[in-house]
């Protein structure tokens, strides 16, 4: 006897067209188990208004699989595949699942050997078909989000400063749009975005500079929204618009500090103490010190530029680097994976996001291009990896380490390199 479980799910909004209700897809789920012998019913499973885009919600389906794992069940069945799963990567993920436990499956109403590798294949292109079709409910979402733009709606519940929703518009509020405005008068009178933040934010505008930039830079001050001009009212004129603007792009400063290249790696002759990178007197210019001898503990005033010290390490070691820099580029490939499933994970929570109406299509798309690019990126078939490092190991060595970034450089070195110490003119260096 094989212990059969049955599975149906219905998403609300196709119940009404497809014919495929929950009481008919049990009529045929349980009629097929009574024909058969050998089937025993142990369970049935019921997602119900679920789409199958959304696996995170489908609690019957996880406490299927969870008894599955268990060892109760012998037999899944369900309808049509499309009923079971809708992504193909989490269809195959829950096909492993059911292979690793031994536990069989059945489309009744469909044909899929999955003994065979293509049947598993025709499983995939199914699958892939399937994922077509829930895209096409966000083909439907994005026609209603066109349909709110054609009538100038505002479609997150987050307005500017200095407006508010009326009748899903978005209006100048008559309590706040000139406070609004005063901040763009306030910000070419004293180009000052700290001050601007630390005046205001009793008024309601952002209380972070980043926000007040934010604020700065939105468009929706003059009008355009979602990038149609004349979407809302504007509360500021172009000049004054494009004046922020500028000097905003004339205020940018790094805030970062800066990345010294052999940080920890510098080590004083005198007393053998790590020497500390400091940059002066510009910031291009670092250099390493022995901050002992400031507070009169060693007697080694010396500093050594790093310019100086890289030029006479890349001299010396251009072989060894570029072996260590391949090892470095194998590891960051097979590191990758963790980061990609999170950057998927991350596309569906953005998916969630956008058809449960919290982000618009703006947001969405760019969210969703940037995820996609990242992915693509960091890259992952190992076969493309070979013919990566194929491609470097014709590369000019120095070449590649000028394109580094200094805390891309620094771990290179530091996977070299145990120590740096000045003797004689140059530097002595200690291998790992
Ligand atoms: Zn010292």
């Known amino acids: ?14 119940q009404a067209t497809d014919g495929q209700s929950l009481g008919f897809q049990r009529g045929l ?13 142990v369970g049935e499973y019921m997602d119900e208004g679920v789409s199958g885009a959304k696996f995170d919600q ?40 059911l292979e690793q436990c031994g536990c069989e499956w059945k489309a009744i109403q469909e044909n899929h050997d999955n003994t065979t590798p293509v049947g598993k294949l025709s499983i995939t292109i199914m699958g892939a078909f399937a994922q077509m079709e829930s895209d096409m409910d966000s083909v439907r979402i994005k026609d209603a989000f066109q349909h709110k733009k054609s009538k100038k709606e505002w479609l997150n519940g987050h307005v500017p400063f200095g407006y508010r929703l009326v009748d899903k ?14 901040l763009f008068r306030q910000y070419i009178r004293h180009n000052n975005i700290s001050k601007l933040t630390r005046d205001n934010a009793h008024l309601g505008a952002p209380a972070s500079t980043r926000g007040m930039k934010i604020l700065l830079r939105n468009r929706a001050y003059i009008g355009e929204a979602y990038g149609i001009e004349g979407y809302l009212e504007p509360l500021i004129d172009s000049a004054t618009f494009d004046r922020v603007q500028l000097a905003l792009s004339r205020n940018v400063k790094s805030n970062t500090t800066r990345d010294y290249i052999f940080a ?35 007697d080694y005033k010396h500093t050594h530029g790093e310019k100086k010290i890289e030029r006479c390490l890349l001299a010396s070691y251009e072989a060894d680097l570029r072996n260590r820099y391949l090892h470095l580029k194998e590891i960051r490939h097979v590191d990758n994976s963790a980061q990609i499933s999170a950057l998927y994970r991350k596309i569906d929570r953005l998916k969630d996001l956008y058809v449960n109406d919290l982000i618009d299509i703006e947001t969405y798309k760019a969210d969703l291009e940037r995820y996609r690019g990242e992915i693509k990126a960091l890259g992952k078939p190992a076969e493309a990896n070979t013919e990566a490092i194929e491609k470097l190991l014709k590369l000019n060595v120095l070449e590649i380490y ?26 002595f260096v200690e291998y790992l």
């Not at 969870?66 to 009923?83: E, H, P």
């Not at 518009?169 to 005063?182: F, G, Q």
Request: hydrophobic share 35%; proline share 4%; charged share 30%.
């Open 1 to 14: 006897m094989k212990r059969t479980a049955i599975y149906m799910r219905v998403s609300t909004e196709r």
């Open 29 to 41: 789920l349980t009629e097929y188990v009574e024909s058969r012998p050998d089937l025993i019913l």
């Open 58 to 97: 489908r609690d019957e389906l996880q406490r299927m699989l969870a008894d599955v794992k268990d060892g109760k069940i012998d037999l899944i069945l369900f309808t049509k595949l499309d009923r079971f799963f809708r992504s193909v990567r989490h269809l195959m993920n829950t096909l492993d699942t």
């Open 169 to 182: 518009h978005a209006v100048p509020d008559p309590d706040r749009a000139e406070a609004a405005r005063d």
């Open 264 to 298: 920890g790696l510098v080590r004083c002759p005198n007393c053998g103490r790590r020497m500390s990178g400091a940059t002066y007197p510009r910031r291009e210019w670092a250099k390493y010190v022995c901050n002992y001898s400031h507070i009169g503990q060693c």
């Open 402 to 427: 000028e394109t580094l970034s200094n805390a891309q450089k620094r771990r290179l070195w530091c996977s070299v390199i145990k120590s740096i110490t000045p003797r004689d003119g140059s530097f």
